[in-house]
């Protein structure tokens, strides 16, 4: 992937974090599997006076793969969340003294907006001690339940918001567009899903799983349809995450030596920000990082999160019961727990194969430039774990059907 220049953003960070003729050394990348719309690095600015740790996510600029992908509108969305929604997030607790506010993400310190040089400096949180989860593992118990309990805060800031300053909850939604549909336009996308999702009836046997066979064949007739519903917004949307994968969360722990239980979560990358139920990105976390050990526990994790939000609400004088009820969050799990789903069967795919196995989307853009469906079929390949895939994606099903989240 090609190079950015960097320098304008390095002499601008430079001088609003006073860093003296500042050099750069580059320290490490990210490695295929764990991001696909641009690439991020860590760089080190090393001044006279002091030294800044800094990650620089940078969008791919092949024009085959961004013809076929919105990379810069989900670069865009990123860069309004870090100018716009996180300084109204963090004012809005500032003035209703809230004494635990949820401040849970890297520091912002420059964007670039201009086309084909689509720029982000973050603050790099691996110097504090924060760490990726295993992608390939599913997270244990008391990763999901932390997990819930600080979705309650982030979605709880954003309903404050919502309730008591509309003005401003519409000031900060009014350049969010939902990226998943953006990406659902293209004929790739939705060819892709159709095809991963048409596939999961034959990881049953249609004798001795009939019942499950019968209804996933059904539901898959209208999988689309079923995918673009969970769009639909109402009263009780909220501003998202939108990217609730692993990847996108970074925990630290007390010690250092035992990673079981996290101490304190970071979220990252929010390029699929938008308005949605918070099922999306609760539905989206579980089915996606979770497997049939962790199924059982749904009910606590949701009355984890929802007296989360009631206590986050509270700080601001408000009654979860007037914002969104438990009851309202049991039925929107009913109807929008499908977005997990989906995610889930695109997704385990890939989090569990080796980094020789996931495709570089630019190099296949390039390589295949006059087919404009090349870089969501490359998803579509046989992992050597595909026997695990199968078995997550069937304890899944078993679960969503005999829940009757698909029926």
Same mark, same amino acid.
């Given at each position: 992937?090609?190079? +950015?220049?960097?320098?304008?953003?390095?002499? #601008? +960070? =430079?001088?609003?974090?006073?860093?003296?003729?500042?050099?750069? #050394?580059?320290k490490y990348a990210n490695e295929k599997g764990d991001g696909y719309l641009g690439v991020v690095k860590a760089i080190e600015l090393i001044g006279r006076n002091k030294s800044l740790e800094v990650i620089v996510k940078y969008a791919a600029t092949s024009a085959n793969l961004r013809r076929q992908a919105p990379i810069r509108e989900a670069f865009l969305t990123e860069m309004w969340f870090y100018d716009k929604i996180v300084p109204s997030q963090l004012n809005f607790q500032i003035e209703h003294n809230v004494q635990n506010p949820f401040v849970n993400y890297p520091k912002c310190y420059a964007i670039r907006r201009q086309n084909h040089e689509e720029i982000l400096f973050l603050e790099n949180l691996k110097q504090y001690g924060y760490k990726l989860w295993n992608r390939k593992k599913p997270m244990n118990h008391e990763h999901l339940k932390f997990v819930f309990y600080e979705y309650g805060r982030y979605h709880g800031t954003n309903y404050a918001i919502k309730k008591l300053n509309p003005a401003l909850y519409k000031e900060m939604t009014s350049n969010l567009v939902d990226m998943m549909q953006l990406f659902n336009r293209t004929d790739g996308f939705s060819g892709l899903m159709k095809k991963m999702s048409?596939? +999961?009836?034959? /990881?049953? %046997? $249609? &004798?001795?799983?009939?019942?499950?066979?019968?209804?996933?064949?059904? /539901?898959? *007739?209208?999988?689309?349809?079923?995918?673009?519903? !969970?769009? %639909?917004?109402?009263?009780?949307?909220?501003?998202?995450?939108?990217?609730?994968?692993?990847n996108n969360m970074m925990f630290k722990y007390k010690n250092a030596d035992d990673e079981s239980k996290p101490d304190s979560i970071q979220l990252i990358d929010f390029q699929l920000c938008k308005e949605g139920s918070p099922v999306l990105d609760l539905s989206?976390? @579980?089915?996606?990082?979770?497997?049939? !050990?962790? /199924?059982?526990?749904?009910?606590?994790?949701?009355? &984890?999160?929802?007296? =989360?939000?009631?206590?986050?609400?509270?700080?601001?004088?408000? %009654? *979860?019961?007037?914002?969104?009820?438990?009851?309202?969050?049991?039925?929107?799990?009913? &109807? @929008?727990?499908?977005?997990? @789903?989906?995610?889930?069967?695109?997704? &385990?795919?890939?989090?569990?194969?080796? +980094?020789?196995?996931? $495709?570089?989307?630019?190099?296949?853009?390039?390589?295949?430039?006059?087919? %404009?469906?090349?870089?969501?079929? *490359?998803?579509? /390949?046989?992992?050597?774990?595909?026997?695990? @895939?199968?078995?997550r994606i069937r304890e899944l099903i078993y679960h969503m059907v005999d829940n009757g989240y698909i029926c």
């Open positions: 992937m090609e190079e +950015v220049n960097l320098a304008p953003l390095v002499k #601008q +960070v =430079s001088c609003t974090e006073h860093i003296i003729a500042p050099e750069v #050394q580059y048409g596939k +999961v009836k034959d /990881f049953f %046997d $249609p &004798i001795k799983d009939q019942k499950y066979y019968d209804i996933i064949s059904e /539901f898959n *007739s209208v999988s689309m349809e079923k995918f673009e519903a !969970t769009s %639909d917004l109402d009263d009780y949307s909220i501003i998202l995450h939108g990217d609730c994968w692993c989206y976390f @579980y089915y996606v990082c979770s497997d049939k !050990t962790n /199924f059982q526990h749904l009910d606590e994790y949701l009355k &984890i999160y929802h007296q =989360s939000l009631h206590d986050h609400l509270a700080e601001f004088g408000l %009654d *979860s019961n007037d914002i969104f009820p438990f009851s309202k969050l049991k039925e929107h799990w009913k &109807i @929008y727990s499908r977005f997990g @789903y989906f995610m889930a069967v695109f997704l &385990i795919k890939i989090m569990l194969s080796d +980094v020789d196995e996931v $495709p570089d989307l630019a190099d296949v853009a390039d390589s295949k430039a006059n087919d %404009d469906n090349s870089v969501m079929n *490359s998803f579509d /390949f046989e992992s050597r774990s595909e026997d695990q @895939y199968k078995e």
